[in-house]
């Protein structure tokens, strides 16, 4: 399985941006996709994830109402819609697909088995 990211940018405070993950290879059980970010000398941090088949979705308290995680199944691919972005949205994020996670671990980084390369995120003041 491969995890392809896109999207990340400079963007200034109150801006957009969309990122988008692809999935490619044996997806075909996929349970959830995510997305994390990790700010420099910070640690990795859940985002967003949402669960394959029913499209139930799951935010941190920092993103509710900013950012807006979708999917489109039929092409194996992840959305991050991000809006209002703050210096502090300012990281790397990341792309990762479960295939046996449950519903209750989608914030768990240790639940994704594939992750993809990170695509940077630079939001200035």
């Known amino acids: 399985v491969q995890l392809q990211a896109s999207g990340g940018g400079l963007v200034q405070a109150g801006g957009s941006l969309r990122l988008s993950c692809a999935a490619s290879?044996?997806?075909?059980?996929?349970?959830?996709m995510g997305w994390f970010r990790q700010a420099p000398g910070k640690e990795r941090e859940f985002v967003a994830a949402?669960?394959?088949?029913?499209?139930?979705?799951v935010y941190t308290d920092s993103v509710k109402g900013r950012f807006t995680i979708t999917s489109e199944n039929a092409k194996n691919t992840v959305y991050l819609q991000m809006n209002s972005l703050k210096p502090e949205d300012t990281a790397v994020y990341y792309c990762?697909?479960?295939?046996?996670?449950?519903?209750?671990?989608?914030?768990?980084?240790?639940?994704?088995?594939?992750w993809g390369q990170g695509t940077l995120v630079t939001v200035s003041s």
């Open positions: 990762a697909v479960g295939f046996s996670l449950i519903l209750s671990s989608m914030r768990k980084p240790t639940s994704y088995e594939y």
């Open positions: 290879g044996r997806t075909f059980n996929t349970r959830a």
């Open positions: 949402i669960w394959w088949r029913t499209g139930s979705t």
